[in-house]
């Protein structure tokens, strides 16, 4: 396991962090907050802002380029679990082999499906002209149209001809630019198709484009000694393999990935249900949900890979506005949406990493007790400078609910 910088850095007082995260990135001042000026811009009938906790993850090597990396996430453990986790792993590998969307045209009212496919292909390129013409700016960029394709569809009630648009969207996550394309499209469709388009959106699932995690451990950063360490290792691959047979075991190895994942989105301002959408969709892409990730022993290594269709943006949309977003970015080095979509694959890969670890090892909840704890101190009414002196109490305690913690609340107390 390599020295980490980091060491103790969760001891350091709240203004200690800043200060350190600010001393390692060069960045100045406070974490800006998202004004409700702001808010009442982005979303409907706003009352006030939901804040969530902003942490950073530390110890992250991706493909040599060391990150601290902000999550913002609710749920105890997730940091301290990624951050340890990248400390074991060390240089975490990461590949995108390219960005697209996928938008569907849906074309019914077909007298004859093949006839009409036919014709299109024939105009196949100038329907791309087309589709270039309603998205310029992002030609220009070097983004934009790439290919048009065509599938029969059919069900009990009808049949369907579908055109796919693969698009670029370059930096941005493409929403807006890659459906007025498509809705550009669709009178040029029927005319050429005599069919009558059902809709025209894009799709939140593109398995082409994927981005890869990789990681190669040596037995003996996993334990004590390199016979413990292949010890756990042999243990992580069962689990790795026992997700493949079970989806109840796959959604919630699935869901300890997302967890290091999801927390990277909702920090940079990305949309968190369609990268959701994505995954899950991705999982169950054989017909039966998988799990996102693989572990396996390669000679006397432990192998680890995470592979993912991750659709997120580094410019426009919501983020550009959102100022906690913005500056998350600068902490990240303000990375390309690719890269962007590395480091959060990086992420949830060393999330799962630990999560599967604990499985098999100490279990689950070791690593929760102490959030647990300050929880329910929360929970039952303590403030916040008595939860760090009384949760030490609290987790001597053989079992945990709310019930104890407000009885050893009001011993700290000198209550009965």
């Not at 196949?124 to 394709?149: C, F, H, K, W």
């Not at 913005?326 to 694959?345: C, F, H, N």
């Not at 403030?383 to 002196?389: L, T």
Request: include cysteine; aromatic fraction near 6%.
């Amino acid at each position: 396991m390599q020295d980490s910088k980091w060491s103790g850095f969760y001891k350091l007082s709240r203004a200690e962090r800043l200060a350190r995260l600010n001393q390692q990135t060069g960045l100045t001042g406070q974490v800006p907050d998202l004004p409700i000026e702001v808010a009442e811009q982005m979303v409907e009938n706003v009352i006030a802002c939901y804040s969530l906790p902003l942490g950073l993850a530390v110890n992250f090597v991706i493909n040599d380029h060391e990150y601290i990396i902000p999550m913002a996430v609710e749920e105890p453990s997730v940091i301290a679990a990624a951050s340890h986790g990248a400390k074991i792993l060390g240089n975490i590998r990461v590949s995108q082999e390219e960005k697209t969307l996928v938008g569907q045209i849906i074309i019914e009212n077909l007298p004859n499906i093949p006839q009409a496919m036919a014709k299109l292909m024939d105009q196949r390129e100038e329907l791309l002209a087309i589709a270039r013409s309603y998205s310029q700016s992002m030609v220009n960029r070097g983004g934009g149209p790439r290919d048009i394709r065509f599938e029969q569809k059919q069900n009990v009630m009808a049949q369907y001809l579908c055109c796919y648009l693969s698009f670029d969207p370059c930096d941005a996550m493409g929403a807006n630019a890659i459906n007025t394309v498509l809705e550009g499209l669709c009178q040029p469709i029927e005319e050429i198709s005599s069919g009558k388009v059902l809709m025209a959106i894009l799709s939140n699932y593109n398995e082409t484009s994927l981005t890869r995690a990789q990681v190669s451990l040596p037995f003996k950063r996993l334990g004590k000694s390199e016979a413990e360490g292949e010890h756990i290792a042999k243990q992580i691959q069962k689990a790795s393999d026992y997700a493949k047979i079970d989806p109840y075991r796959a959604t919630t190895h699935n869901k300890g990935i997302m967890n290091g994942i999801d927390g990277v989105v909702l920090a940079t301002g990305n949309d968190l249900r369609a990268t959701s959408a994505s995954a899950h969709a991705y999982a169950a892409r054989l017909g039966h949900y998988q799990p996102l990730s693989t572990w396996e022993i390669r000679e006397r290594y432990l192998y680890g890979e995470l592979e993912i269709p991750l659709p997120l943006a580094t410019v426009g949309g919501s983020l550009a506005s959102h100022p906690t977003a913005q500056w998350v970015l600068d902490v990240l080095g303000r990375p390309s949406a690719k890269e962007l979509a590395m480091i959060a694959t990086a992420v949830g890969l060393a999330q799962n990493f630990s999560a599967v670890k604990a499985l098999v090892t100490d279990g689950i909840q070791k690593g929760h007790m102490t959030m647990q704890a300050r929880n329910l101190l929360m929970q039952v009414g303590a403030k916040p400078e008595e939860v760090s002196q009384v949760v030490k109490a609290l987790v001597k305690e053989p079992r945990m609910n709310s019930q104890i913690a407000l009885e050893v609340l009001k011993r700290f107390r000198g209550q009965k």
